[in-house]
């Protein structure tokens, strides 16, 4: 691990990760090991590159990035789109600030939104319906949970809770994600702040637009779907990103949940996670600022 700084709280969010990894290569298999084979080399080699240059070591944060990034990707993403998505999200959303602690933009979400917006026709057909234990090795095409609410069809609770349903490789695992959560709490890892804020924010105004809006997706079902949770317990929690104290997590996390559940119900997009979060991390420096306690 000489490659690597030691940095103990990064350690503690690919611990969470983990057991999300591993569930899903249950359903995905060779198509999981695959995207990360392309996505950890060059998103280490990216940042490597840079680093010595300086005289540094590659940070550990690095491998947290290219977890959360291969895990937000669709199952049938490129391997060659995942390898440029990991590259700018790297050198654009972190190297480019001066490395890690200096970087404005959660490079992970970054990544995700530019190849989502560069190749939009590969990241919006890329879903399928996973059979646990075939390693997708048996698998069909679908539209994702959030596609379907639209066209008011919805999935049991069961299967979303438990992930049989099609979705990005890691977001579908709900139960883990309430697990890894409670672990990032616990270990004062992740602001809970943050992900009780983004999440309540959430709920309150899809209640809301489910009960005026008859276009609306049920409430329960809505929350469950998409990347909402993942995205609330290992994303909008990111030390640097996010804000530091603790009116301004609150109310970062309400910038996010609320922008969440506007652009599902109003944009073209059947998921907003990734501008909102990105949203929220253009507004922390401020909120921390104006929220700090002002020294007589």
């Given at each position: 691990?000489?490659?690597?700084q030691?940095?103990?709280?990064m350690r ?18 060779v198509?999981?090991?695959?995207l ?11 940042e ?6 300086k ?5 550990e ?14 199952p ?16 654009f959303?972190?190297?480019a600030?001066g490395g890690?602690g ?9 990544a995700?939104?530019f ?7 590969y ?8 059979k646990?234990?075939?390693?997708g ?10 596609a ?5 069809q919805?999935?049991?609770l069961?299967?979303?809770?438990l992930?049989?349903?099609s ?6 695992a709900?139960?883990?994600?309430i ?8 270990t ?18 899809t209640?809301?637009?489910d ?6 997706p ?6 469950l ?20 104290n603790?009116k301004a ?8 949940g609320?922008s969440?559940v ?6 073209l997009?059947?998921?907003g996670?990734?501008f909102?979060?990105?949203l929220?991390?253009?507004?922390a ?8 306690k002002?020294k007589?």
């Amino acid at each position: 691990m000489a490659l690597f700084q030691k940095q103990p709280m990064m350690r503690r969010v690919l611990y969470a990760l983990i057991p999300i990894y591993i569930y899903s290569l249950f359903f995905y298999g060779v198509r999981l090991l695959w995207l990360s084979l392309f996505v950890f080399t060059f998103g280490i080699i990216s940042e490597y590159i840079f680093e010595k240059k300086k005289g540094k070591k590659v940070s550990e944060a690095v491998l947290v990035t290219c977890m959360l990034y291969t895990l937000s990707l669709p199952p049938l993403t490129p391997w060659w789109i995942a390898t440029i998505g990991i590259i700018f999200g790297i050198v654009f959303a972190k190297e480019a600030y001066g490395g890690f602690g200096r970087n404005i933009f959660n490079p992970a979400i970054t990544a995700r939104l530019f190849v989502y917006i560069a190749f939009p026709s590969y990241m919006t057909n890329g879903w399928m319906i996973p059979k646990f234990g075939s390693f997708g090795l048996d698998t069909t095409t679908s539209a994702t949970p959030l596609a379907l609410l639209k066209e008011s069809q919805i999935l049991s609770l069961k299967d979303l809770f438990l992930g049989f349903r099609s979705g990005s490789l890691g977001e579908s695992a709900i139960f883990l994600i309430i697990i890894g959560a409670i672990y990032l709490i616990f270990t004062k890892t992740a602001s809970w702040k943050i992900i009780v804020s983004t999440i309540s924010s959430a709920f309150i105004l899809t209640a809301v637009f489910d009960i005026f809006i008859p276009s609306a997706p049920p409430t329960i079902f809505a929350l469950l779907s998409g990347s909402l949770l993942f995205v609330s317990v290992f994303i909008a929690t990111d030390p640097i990103t996010a804000p530091k104290n603790s009116k301004a997590q609150v109310i970062y996390g309400i910038i996010i949940g609320v922008s969440i559940v506007i652009i599902r119900t109003f944009s073209l997009f059947a998921e907003g996670t990734s501008f909102a979060v990105l949203l929220g991390n253009t507004f922390a420096p401020f909120l921390d600022h104006v929220t700090k306690k002002v020294k007589k």
